[in-house]
């Protein structure tokens, strides 16, 4: 290997050692590229040149006055100015940026698992949970009408999820979906579940449902030829915007009635 093909990989190995000295740890701030080291070296050198700017001015408002103008650290991932602020001084001071839900919350809190809970007692167990969630500033925001039960799971395995921090806390909102419909629990509550097929839902002959929802509900093989049409009828939508306005939003979600009303 010639001699400047080294050269990045022993940069890089500087800029860590610059860093490491500093006794700051980068896996919290840093997103790092190892196919292509000199995008992670200029990334590198230039988080270093804002923590040696900081380091001298002492404070943001100080460093954006002296430099003139809106000014904000370069740290992965960027969120917003503020949250960036706030995550930065955070790692400066050698504190986590992130942290799972489960450490967010009192350490008082009891929870018990969804099986240990009578029908009696998941309405209550439900509500405490979401108080404390709230609380700590994490926004709840799933379909209505979903059983409690099926609420509570939902929200005891989404404890395990990181997030980062947040200058007020929370700042988050769990909405549960993950764009998968044939795998989500609250799909016979979602219009988009209820209007979209999938390639799942041809081979099972009707509405695919996870096994969750077994005690709750279940599809009829006349939801097949439902959930047809009504992608039939949003793709033909879909069409008919792009055809209208090429530089139009042709995965924006409108409702049923919304597709009607423009289809006539």
């Known amino acids: 290997m010639a001699k400047e093909d080294l050269f990045p990989y022993q940069k890089n190995l500087a800029l860590k050692q610059e860093f490491k000295f500093l006794g700051l740890d980068l896996t919290e701030v840093m997103e790092f590229s190892p196919f292509d080291l000199d995008l992670e070296n200029r990334r590198l050198e230039n988080l270093l040149n804002f923590v040696h700017r900081f380091q001298k001015y002492g404070s943001q408002a100080t460093m954006e006055l002296i430099e003139g103008g809106f000014i904000f650290p370069p740290i992965f991932p960027g969120i917003s100015p503020g949250s960036d602020w706030y ?6 001071q050698g504190l986590p940026t992130r942290m799972t839900l489960s450490e967010q919350l009192p350490k008082t809190l009891v929870l018990k698992k969804s099986e240990d809970l009578s029908e009696n007692e998941v309405g209550s167990a439900l509500e405490q949970l979401e108080q404390a969630l709230e609380a700590a500033g994490y926004g709840i925001s799933l379909q209505a009408g979903i059983p409690p039960r099926l609420v509570y799971e939902y929200l005891i395995e989404s404890l395990g999820e990181t997030f980062e921090l947040e200058p007020f806390g929370g700042g988050w909102h769990l909405d549960g979906c993950s764009g998968y419909c044939p795998d989500c ?12 097929c999938w390639s799942e839902d041809k081979e099972a002959g009707k509405m695919s449902l996870t096994e969750a929802l077994n005690p709750y509900v279940s599809a009829s093989p006349k939801s097949l030829e439902i959930l047809q049409r009504l992608q039939a009828e949003k793709d033909a939508l879909y069409a008919k ?3 209208d306005d090429p530089w139009s939003d042709s995965e924006e979600f409108l409702d049923r009635e919304d597709w009607k009303a423009k289809l006539n």
């Open 87 to 92: 995550r930065f001084e955070l790692w400066l």
């Open 185 to 196: 629990f609250q799909r016979p509550w979602c219009d988009t579940g209820e209007s979209s």
């Open 241 to 243: 915007l792009e055809e």
